[in-house]
């Protein structure tokens, strides 16, 4: 099983990035999808999340308008589309698969906005 997160890196405040996560080693369509972030001496938080048949999305308050989540199961990749960043949005974003009880995590792709 692998997930392989991409697309992180350095913007300006107010720039966008696109993050995403290639899954590989299991049923990927069966699975619902996340994103997470950790910023340096904070929890890992939920930042945006979409079901196995991307019909339904969720978003943490702080991201709602700007980030986006998509999903394509024939690609077996999860996407973070991610406008107007912020500082606060600096952080190191995984992707993560559950199903069940089973969950996989990713190893992480860094953010950094600042000027």
């Known amino acids: 099983v692998q997930l392989v997160e991409s697309g992180g890196g350095l913007v300006q405040p107010g720039g966008s990035l696109r993050l995403s996560c290639a899954a590989s080693?299991?049923?990927?369509?069966?699975?619902?999808m996340s994103w997470y972030r950790q910023a340096p001496g904070k929890e890992r938080e939920l930042v945006a999340g979409i079901t196995s048949a991307g019909d339904v999305t969720n978003y943490a308050d702080s991201v709602k308008g700007r980030f986006t989540i998509s999903r394509d199961n024939g690609k077996n990749t999860v996407y973070l589309q991610m406008n107007r960043l912020k500082a606060e949005d600096t952080a190191v974003y995984y992707c993560?698969?559950?199903?069940?009880?089973?969950?996989?995590w990713g190893q992480g792709t860094q953010v950094t906005v600042s000027s």
């Open positions: 080693g299991f049923t990927f369509s069966s699975y619902h």
């Open positions: 993560k698969a559950v199903w069940a009880i089973r969950y996989y």
